[in-house]
């Protein structure tokens, strides 16, 4: 049998005999025991701590085991759940199990009957982080497989993902835009036992300070006007999983306050309603501005910022990582190439060169940008300088690429429009026209809102 002394139970009824008699036998057990008279103090408990396992009496002043068990069940999903009776029938115990009991004792029971279902159930925690944890070891590789870099600057990004995902601590990611703060939020969820639950993510700059709130906490029929249904927030939509507040250093100040509480507290207020709503979600923020700066300006809170920065990843510049660049821009053209269903050109010398030698201000996605560009331009299977270089921009080339996507959507559907009216839109002849196969051709026409 497995050491089960680190387990953490809690007992929850409301005869206080009972409740000291079950302290004592987990006591000689070696467990850690605390005890509540009813479901709703258990839940104000649950909020605050962890426990492995909770007794329950089914018949309790107020909520019921049953109720207790099901409000379990939806906001602490790793809790077990062990229910006591004395008025048990099989209906009840069926009802009980179907709703997530681990297991169902009828009163009178004899202590070591308890012990032994204690004993299975934490086992089965047990193995259950055991096989998480070999699953994160087996999918760690190719989860971190989308950080792409030697670099000894990325090799630090990585190991933090590593020894970081498997905790609950808040995460703040910062780095300048299009650095990849997604991509490594994303692997530190997959790599996390969360990661069987949703991942979100909200662009705190890109929604309106009044409508942002309820983005995040919810909100009732008829608090504002368009709120026509009850609805959920982000932190309730992402129960169980992870939450990523991009661009944090764009929140207003008066939600920053509200923020803080909701973690803090582990409760949120939905808009327009007097009741809170417990939360089971993990925190990563990110952000390109420099916040200990903001904090000086007093547009961030220094309390707020302290909450989510307890672990701190820094992602490099590319013009910081050079001998990550190559290996990046392969990955990449690899990426596309599958998207587009085309053959992955190789890069030229004087390309790899000129790659190496470019500041990149937009980073990654920059990089990625460039690469989509030379290979819809592209004319003789391999990408050289010129494909990189816009025609006329010199050698080393000032670029806006706010609309870089758009303008490369402009030529690519001049391009084929041309093809297909030159070959009556026969599009397997004006697939042959631009040397891309037939399917590459229907899947640059179908993003491009093209007829078919």
Not at 74 to 87: G, M, P, Q, R, S
Not at 125 to 147: A, C, M, P, Y
Not at 424 to 443: H, M, V
Request: charged share 25%.
């Amino acid at each position: 049998m497995d050491d089960i002394s680190q387990g953490n139970i809690l007992i929850v009824d409301d005869e206080l005999s009972m409740r000291k008699m079950l302290t004592i036998a987990m006591g000689r057990m070696g467990l850690h025991c605390d005890s509540a008279p009813s479901g709703e103090a258990a839940l104000e408990l649950l909020e605050k701590h962890h426990f492995d396992v909770v007794i329950s009496d089914m018949r309790m002043s107020g909520m019921t085991g049953l109720e207790l068990l099901r409000k379990i069940k939806e906001y602490f999903k790793e809790t077990e759940v062990l229910l006591i009776t004395a008025h048990g029938t099989i209906e009840t115990a069926i009802d009980a199990v179907r709703s997530g009991a681990f297991d169902f004792i009828q009163k009178p029971f004899k202590v070591a009957e308890m012990e032994l279902a204690i004993r299975r159930a934490l086992d089965q925690i047990n193995l259950r982080r055991e096989n998480e944890t070999l699953k994160r070891e087996i999918h760690g590789d190719s989860v971190l497989g989308n950080i792409i870099g030697k670099s000894t600057a990325m090799e630090r990004v990585m190991d933090l993902v590593r020894r970081s995902a498997p905790s609950r601590a808040n995460v703040l990611i910062t780095g300048e835009s299009g650095t990849g703060k997604e991509v490594v939020a994303k692997s530190l969820h997959m790599l996390s036992g969360r990661s069987s639950n949703p991942f979100l993510a909200v662009n705190c700059g890109a929604i309106p300070a009044e409508l942002l709130e309820s983005e995040l906490f919810g909100h009732v029929k008829g608090s504002f006007t368009g709120a026509v249904t009850d609805k959920a927030g982000l932190f309730q939509a992402a129960r169980g999983g992870t939450l990523l507040l991009d661009e944090i250093g764009e929140m207003p100040v008066l939600l920053q306050v509200k923020l803080l509480r909701a973690l803090q507290e582990r409760k949120v207020k939905p808009v327009g309603s007097n009741s809170e709503v417990p939360i089971d979600v993990r925190i990563i923020a990110s952000t390109n501005r420099n916040l200990t700066d903001e904090v000086g300006k007093g547009t961030f809170r220094e309390d707020l910022f302290y909450r989510l920065n307890v672990i701190h990843i820094v992602i490099p510049p590319l013009r910081e990582r050079r001998e990550d660049i190559i290996l990046l821009a392969r990955f990449l053209m690899g990426k596309l190439c599958s998207e587009m269903a085309v053959p992955v050109p190789p890069f030229t010398p004087q390309a790899e060169h000129f790659l190496t030698g470019y500041d990149f201000p937009g980073n990654v996605r920059e990089l990625e940008n460039m690469l989509e560009r030379s290979l819809v331009l592209d004319i003789d299977g391999s990408i050289d300088i010129d494909d990189l270089r816009p025609p006329g921009s010199g050698e080393n080339f000032p670029q806006d690429f706010a609309n870089l996507d758009e303008k490369l959507s402009e030529v690519e559907k001049k391009y084929i429009l041309d093809a297909l009216e030159s070959c009556g839109w026969n599009r397997t002849q004006a697939a042959q026209t631009l040397g891309i196969t037939f399917r590459s051709l229907r899947y640059r026409m179908e993003r491009l809102g093209l007829g078919q």
